[in-house]
C-alpha cells in the first residue's frame, strides 16, 4: 500500500500544478479579453453642458410689490467734506461668519473700513475728530444690537448719523429663539421670523439700484428657514427684494395675503427720524443679498464708495499645444471655440481668447488632436497669442540668464516659421518627402544642448514693423504679453526671467497669482518691476484635471454654484479688472471653458448693470494702474514665510542660513545698535569701530562688514543695499555675506 502511494502521489502533484497553470492562464487571458473590450467597445458619451439660458428663459413670477412704490427719493448726500470715507462695521465676534463676509466684500471692493465689537453699555466708539466725521457709513452684524443700544448711546449714535449724512444697514438672522412676529423697537415696522420662502425678485423701483438690474430667479425655494420678512404700513420703508410663501408655510399675521410678495429686504427713506438704512432679513449667504449689499454701501455714501459699471475681462487658455493624449482639443473643440468667441463677441465688445503656447509639444497627441493643433494653426489669427515657455518648464529652474533666453528663442523660431515647414520637421506623422529647411534644422538641433546655443535674437522691430509679419504665416507675437508656466519667477521676483522677457520677447506686462500671495485672492493686487507691468490673474474653478462636468469636485452643482452668483460671479462683480487663467484642456472634453464664461456672461447681463469689454494686455495693465497707482511700487516680503513662494523660487536662494534679517533705514540709532549686533556671528566683523553719528554714512557709502577669514567661500564683504521686491531679507544678505 505504502509504495502504491509513493507511485501515485506525484501524479496527483504534477495534476495540481497543471490546475494551478491552467487558473493562472484563464485568468490572464479573461483580463486581457475584457481590457481589449473595453478599449474598443464604443463608449457612451454624456452629452456636453448646454451654457445658462437667457433671463427670459427663467420663470415667471407673480404679480409686482404689495403696494405701490413710492417715488424714487435721491439719497441724502453725506457730508463729504466733514466724514472720512471709512465703513464702521459693528460685529458679534472677531469671528463671526456674517462679520467676515461682510468685511470680505469691503476688502475686495478696495473700501477702507474699521471693525468693532457691538458695544454693550457705554462702549461706543469716538465717531468724530475735533469737527470731522470719522466714519460715512455703519453696518451693524446683528440688527438688534442697534436698537437695544442704551439709550445715550443711541442718542449719540443717531445724531451723529443726522448731523452727519451717515446712513445705516443691519442684517436680522432669526435663530430658534426668535419670536415669531414682533414690532422693531422703535420703529413702525413688524418683523415675521423663521420662514420659508420662495421665487425671489427684485422691486424694479427700489432707489438704491445701482449695479443689480431687476430680474427673476427661477421658481424654487430659497435655502433655509430662517428668513425674516418686514411688514409696515408707513412710507419710509420701500422693497427692494421680495419673495413668496413656500406652499405649506402657515399664513404671516395681520392683513396680507397669502400669494403676496412679501419684503425681505426694505430701505429705509429716512421719513421717519432723518436717518436712511437699509435692513436685510438674512445674512450674506445668499448670492443676490451680497449684490444688493454692494449697491446699498454704494447708496448710503452718496456714491463716495461705490463700483464704476466697467469691467474689464480677459481670458487666457494656458497649455496650448501641452497636454497629454486624450484631454487635447480636436477640430471640432477648436469650432467650438471659434463658435463661442463669436457668440461672445455679441455680448462683449472686442471678446477674444488668449491662447498661451509651448511649442516643443506640437503633434504630441493622437492622430484626432494633431489635426486639432493643425486647426488652432489655420485660425491662428482669430486669437490672441503669447509665449508660456517652449518646453513648459519653471523659469527659476533656470540660473544663467543666456539659457532661459535660449529656451525663449525656440518658442519664438517656432511661431515665426512657416507651419508647413515646422510639420515637417516636428511631427513623425508628416510626409518625409518634405524638405527641412536649414533654419528649422538648427532651430532642432540646438534643442538638445540649449547651453551652447548659438542663436542671434531677432532685431527690434522699427517704427510701424512687426516681428509677427516676418512670416506670412506665422503666429502674432507682438502682445507684449506673457505668463510664466506655474507662474514661476514673476513674483518672488527672478531677475533672469524679467531680462530674457524684455530681451526676447519686448515683453511689458505679465500676470501672476501670487502676488502678494495666493490666498485670499481678494488680496491679490498688482505691481511694476523692471518695466513690466504685473497684473493680478485670477482663478475660475477650471484646473488642468478638471475636464468633465460630471466629474467636477464637489459635482457639477458646486461649478453652477460658482457661475450663479457664486465666487466666480463675485469676481467680476467686485474687481474692475479680471484676468482668468484657463487651460487648454478645458477647452476641449466636456469644454467647460466654454461653458463657464458664456454662462457668467450671460448671467451677469442677466442681473446686473455692469458693461463687459476686453482689452488686450498693455491698454489693460495700463488702464489697471490708472484706476490703482498706488500699486505701481511692490510689496517687500519674505519669500520663506509662504511654502508656495519657497516652491518657486530659486534654487541657489535658501531660507536656513545667516543673517535673517535686513537693517530697513537708515536710523542713526537703530543702526549704531545693529552694528554691535552683527559682529556676533563666528564669520562677521566689523571693519573698524565708528562712532554712531557715521553709522548713517557709512551704511550708504562703503563696506560695513567683512569676514574674520577673508578667503573663506562662505563669507565675502557686502554693502547693504535693497532686496528686488519678493526677495527675502535673509537671501539678500546672504548673498553678499555668505
Same mark, same amino acid.
Given at each position: 500500500?505504502?509504495?502504491?502511494?509513493?507511485?501515485?502521489?506525484?501524479?496527483?502533484?504534477?495534476?495540481?500544478?497543471?490546475?494551478?497553470?491552467?487558473?493562472?492562464?484563464?485568468?490572464?487571458?479573461?483580463?486581457?479579453?475584457?481590457?481589449?473590450?473595453?478599449?474598443?467597445?464604443?463608449?457612451?458619451?454624456? &452629452?456636453?453642458?448646454?451654457?445658462?439660458?437667457?433671463?427670459?428663459?427663467?420663470?415667471?413670477? /407673480?404679480?409686482?410689490?404689495?403696494?405701490?412704490?413710492?417715488?424714487?427719493?435721491?439719497?441724502? &448726500?453725506?457730508? $463729504?467734506?466733514?466724514?472720512?470715507?471709512?465703513?464702521?462695521?459693528?460685529?458679534?465676534?472677531?469671528?463671526?461668519?456674517?462679520?467676515?463676509?461682510?468685511?470680505?466684500?469691503?476688502?475686495?471692493?478696495?473700501?477702507?473700513?474699521?471693525?468693532?465689537?457691538?458695544?454693550?453699555?457705554?462702549?461706543?466708539?469716538?465717531?468724530?475728530?475735533?469737527?470731522?466725521?470719522?466714519?460715512?457709513?455703519?453696518?451693524?452684524?446683528?440688527? %438688534?444690537?442697534?436698537?437695544?443700544?442704551?439709550?445715550?448711546?443711541?442718542?449719540?449714535?443717531?445724531?451723529?448719523?443726522?448731523?452727519?449724512?451717515?446712513?445705516?444697514?443691519?442684517?436680522?438672522?432669526?435663530?430658534?429663539?426668535?419670536?415669531?412676529?414682533?414690532?422693531?423697537?422703535?420703529?413702525?415696522?413688524?418683523?415675521?421670523?423663521?420662514?420659508?420662502?420662495?421665487?425671489?425678485?427684485? +422691486?424694479?423701483?427700489?432707489?438704491?439700484?445701482?449695479? $443689480?438690474?431687476?430680474?427673476?430667479?427661477?421658481?424654487?425655494?430659497?435655502?433655509?428657514?430662517?428668513?425674516?420678512?418686514?411688514?409696515?404700513?408707513?412710507?419710509?420703508?420701500?422693497?427692494?427684494?421680495?419673495?413668496?410663501?413656500?406652499?405649506?408655510?402657515?399664513?404671516?399675521?395681520?392683513?396680507?395675503?397669502?400669494?403676496?410678495?412679501?419684503?425681505?429686504?426694505?430701505?429705509?427713506?429716512?421719513?421717519?427720524?432723518?436717518?436712511?438704512?437699509?435692513?436685510?432679513?438674512?445674512?450674506?449667504?445668499?448670492?443676490?443679498?451680497?449684490?444688493?449689499?454692494?449697491?446699498?454701501?454704494?447708496?448710503?455714501?452718496?456714491?463716495?464708495?461705490?463700483?464704476?459699471?466697467?469691467?474689464?475681462?480677459?481670458?487666457?487658455?494656458?497649455?496650448?499645444?501641452?497636454?497629454?493624449?486624450?484631454?487635447?482639443?480636436?477640430?471640432?473643440?477648436?469650432?467650438?471655440?471659434?463658435?463661442?468667441?463669436?457668440?461672445?463677441?455679441?455680448?462683449?465688445?472686442?471678446? $477674444?481668447?488668449?491662447?498661451?503656447?509651448?511649442?516643443?509639444?506640437?503633434?504630441?497627441?493622437?492622430?484626432?488632436?494633431?489635426?486639432?493643433?493643425?486647426?488652432?494653426?489655420?485660425?491662428?489669427?482669430?486669437?490672441?497669442?503669447?509665449?508660456?515657455?517652449?518646453?513648459?518648464?519653471?523659469?527659476?529652474?533656470?540660473?544663467?540668464?543666456?539659457?532661459?533666453?535660449?529656451?525663449?528663442?525656440? +518658442?519664438?523660431?517656432?511661431?515665426?516659421?512657416?507651419?508647413?515647414?515646422?510639420?515637417?520637421?516636428?511631427?513623425?506623422?508628416?510626409?518625409?518627402?518634405?524638405?527641412?529647411?536649414?533654419?528649422?534644422?538648427?532651430?532642432?538641433?540646438?534643442?538638445?544642448?540649449?547651453?551652447?546655443?548659438?542663436?542671434?535674437?531677432?532685431?527690434?522691430?522699427?517704427?510701424?514693423?512687426?516681428?509677427?509679419?516676418?512670416?506670412?504665416?506665422?503666429?502674432?507675437?507682438?502682445?507684449?504679453?506673457?505668463?510664466?508656466?506655474?507662474?514661476?519667477?514673476?513674483?518672488?521676483?527672478?531677475?533672469?526671467?524679467?531680462?530674457?522677457?524684455?530681451?526676447?520677447?519686448?515683453?511689458?506686462?505679465?500676470?501672476?497669482?501670487?502676488?502678494?500671495?495666493?490666498?485670499?485672492?481678494?488680496?491679490?493686487?498688482?505691481?511694476?518691476?523692471?518695466?513690466?507691468?504685473?497684473?493680478?490673474?485670477?482663478?475660475?474653478?477650471?484646473?488642468?484635471?478638471?475636464?468633465?462636468? +460630471?466629474?467636477?469636485?464637489?459635482?457639477?452643482?458646486?461649478?453652477?454654484?460658482?457661475?450663479?452668483?457664486?465666487?466666480?460671479?463675485?469676481?467680476?462683480?467686485? +474687481? &474692475?479688472?479680471?484676468?482668468?487663467?484657463?487651460?487648454?484642456?478645458?477647452?476641449?472634453?466636456?469644454?467647460?471653458?466654454?461653458?463657464?464664461?458664456?454662462?457668467?456672461?450671460?448671467?451677469?447681463?442677466?442681473?446686473?448693470?455692469?458693461?463687459?469689454?476686453?482689452?488686450?494686455?498693455?491698454?489693460?495693465?495700463?488702464?489697471?494702474?490708472?484706476?490703482?497707482?498706488?500699486?505701481?511700487?511692490?510689496?517687500?516680503?519674505?519669500?520663506?514665510?509662504?511654502?508656495?513662494?519657497?516652491?518657486?523660487?530659486?534654487?541657489?536662494?535658501?531660507?536656513?542660513?545667516? &543673517?535673517?534679517?535686513?537693517?530697513?533705514?537708515?536710523?542713526?540709532?537703530?543702526?549704531?545698535?545693529?552694528?554691535?549686533?552683527?559682529?556676533?556671528?563666528? %564669520?562677521?566683523?566689523?571693519?573698524?569701530?565708528?562712532?554712531?553719528?557715521?553709522?548713517?554714512?557709512?551704511?550708504?557709502?562703503?563696506?560695513?562688514?567683512?569676514?574674520?577669514?577673508?578667503?573663506?567661500?562662505?563669507?565675502?564683504?557686502?554693502?547693504?543695499? /535693497?532686496?528686488?521686491?519678493?526677495?527675502?531679507?535673509?537671501?539678500?544678505?546672504?548673498?553678499?555675506?555668505?
Amino acid at each position: 500500500m505504502l509504495q502504491l502511494w509513493k507511485v501515485v502521489r506525484p501524479a496527483r502533484q504534477l495534476e495540481l500544478h497543471r490546475l494551478i497553470l491552467l487558473l493562472i492562464a484563464f485568468s490572464l487571458g479573461s483580463m486581457g479579453f475584457l481590457a481589449y473590450y473595453v478599449s474598443t467597445s464604443p463608449k457612451a458619451k454624456e &452629452p456636453l453642458p448646454l451654457p445658462l439660458g437667457d433671463c427670459s428663459s427663467s420663470g415667471a413670477a /407673480g404679480p409686482g410689490p404689495a403696494r405701490p412704490p413710492v417715488p424714487p427719493r435721491p439719497p441724502r &448726500p453725506p457730508e $463729504t467734506t466733514r466724514t472720512e470715507p471709512v465703513v464702521l462695521v459693528f460685529v458679534e465676534s472677531a469671528y463671526s461668519q456674517l462679520g467676515q463676509e461682510i468685511v470680505a466684500i469691503l476688502e475686495s471692493s478696495r473700501f477702507r473700513y474699521s471693525t468693532e465689537l457691538a458695544p454693550g453699555r457705554g462702549d461706543m466708539p469716538t465717531l468724530t475728530d475735533h469737527t470731522r466725521g470719522r466714519y460715512v457709513l455703519v453696518i451693524y452684524e446683528n440688527l %438688534l444690537k442697534y436698537v437695544n443700544l442704551d439709550a445715550w448711546s443711541r442718542e449719540l449714535l443717531d445724531r451723529y448719523c443726522v448731523e452727519y449724512g451717515v446712513g445705516i444697514i443691519g442684517f436680522f438672522r432669526a435663530h430658534e429663539h426668535s419670536l415669531l412676529s414682533a414690532q422693531l423697537k422703535g420703529f413702525p415696522i413688524f418683523l415675521h421670523s423663521n420662514l420659508g420662502l420662495r421665487d425671489y425678485q427684485v +422691486n424694479p423701483s427700489a432707489p438704491l439700484l445701482h449695479l $443689480t438690474r431687476p430680474s427673476r430667479l427661477e421658481p424654487g425655494p430659497l435655502p433655509g428657514d430662517d428668513w425674516t420678512i418686514f411688514q409696515s404700513n408707513h412710507s419710509t420703508y420701500e422693497p427692494v427684494l421680495l419673495a413668496n410663501l413656500r406652499p405649506a408655510e402657515p399664513p404671516v399675521p395681520g392683513p396680507v395675503p397669502r400669494r403676496a410678495h412679501l419684503p425681505t429686504v426694505v430701505q429705509d427713506l429716512g421719513l421717519h427720524d432723518g436717518i436712511q438704512r437699509v435692513l436685510f432679513g438674512h445674512g450674506l449667504s445668499f448670492w443676490l443679498h451680497k449684490l444688493v449689499f454692494v449697491d446699498a454701501v454704494a447708496y448710503l455714501t452718496g456714491k463716495r464708495l461705490c463700483l464704476d459699471l466697467d469691467r474689464y475681462i480677459l481670458v487666457d487658455i494656458d497649455d496650448i499645444f501641452v497636454g497629454k493624449e486624450g484631454t487635447r482639443m480636436k477640430v471640432d473643440d477648436v469650432e467650438a471655440l471659434l463658435t463661442t468667441q463669436n457668440k461672445l463677441r455679441t455680448l462683449v465688445p472686442n471678446f $477674444t481668447f488668449n491662447l498661451g503656447f509651448s511649442g516643443k509639444f506640437y503633434h504630441t497627441g493622437t492622430e484626432e488632436e494633431d489635426a486639432g493643433d493643425d486647426m488652432l494653426l489655420k485660425h491662428r489669427k482669430e486669437f490672441w497669442w503669447f509665449p508660456h515657455m517652449w518646453s513648459h518648464m519653471q523659469p527659476h529652474l533656470f540660473h544663467n540668464r543666456s539659457v532661459l533666453a535660449d529656451q525663449m528663442r525656440l +518658442n519664438k523660431q517656432f511661431a515665426l516659421v512657416r507651419p508647413l515647414d515646422l510639420f515637417s520637421t516636428v511631427s513623425p506623422r508628416m510626409n518625409s518627402s518634405f524638405q527641412i529647411s536649414p533654419t528649422v534644422s538648427n532651430f532642432l538641433s540646438v534643442e538638445a544642448s540649449p547651453p551652447s546655443l548659438s542663436y542671434t535674437p531677432q532685431t527690434s522691430p522699427g517704427p510701424g514693423e512687426s516681428l509677427c509679419h516676418s512670416q506670412e504665416h506665422g503666429i502674432p507675437t507682438d502682445l507684449g504679453y506673457a505668463v510664466a508656466p506655474h507662474h514661476s519667477g514673476v513674483y518672488p521676483i527672478h531677475t533672469q526671467l524679467y531680462e530674457a522677457w524684455k530681451s526676447v520677447w519686448g515683453i511689458q506686462v505679465t500676470s501672476t497669482e501670487e502676488y502678494p500671495h495666493l490666498r485670499p485672492a481678494r488680496y491679490r493686487r498688482g505691481f511694476i518691476h523692471s518695466g513690466i507691468m504685473v497684473l493680478p490673474r485670477q482663478t475660475c474653478g477650471l484646473f488642468t484635471h478638471t475636464i468633465f462636468y +460630471n466629474e467636477y469636485p464637489g459635482g457639477s452643482r458646486e461649478l453652477d454654484r460658482s457661475i450663479r452668483g457664486g465666487e466666480l460671479f463675485l469676481t467680476v462683480l467686485l +474687481n &474692475p479688472i479680471s484676468i482668468f487663467m484657463t487651460h487648454l484642456s478645458n477647452y476641449g472634453n466636456d469644454r467647460l471653458g466654454l461653458y463657464t464664461f458664456e454662462s457668467l456672461v450671460r448671467f451677469l447681463q442677466c442681473w446686473t448693470r455692469l458693461r463687459l469689454q476686453t482689452l488686450p494686455p498693455i491698454p489693460l495693465a495700463r488702464k489697471y494702474f490708472e484706476l490703482f497707482p498706488q500699486e505701481r511700487s511692490p510689496l517687500w516680503q519674505n519669500p520663506c514665510d509662504d511654502k508656495r513662494h519657497k516652491d518657486i523660487w530659486s534654487k541657489e536662494k535658501t531660507c536656513d542660513r545667516l &543673517p535673517k534679517f535686513l537693517i530697513v533705514g537708515p536710523q542713526k540709532t537703530g543702526t549704531w545698535i545693529s552694528s554691535l549686533f552683527l559682529p556676533m556671528p563666528a %564669520l562677521i566683523s566689523c571693519l573698524k569701530k565708528v562712532p554712531p553719528t557715521l553709522t548713517q554714512r557709512l551704511y550708504h557709502g562703503g563696506e560695513l562688514l567683512s569676514c574674520r577669514e577673508p578667503r573663506s567661500s562662505l563669507c565675502s564683504p557686502t554693502l547693504l543695499t /535693497g532686496p528686488t521686491p519678493g526677495t527675502s531679507t535673509s537671501e539678500h544678505m546672504e548673498t553678499q555675506l555668505l
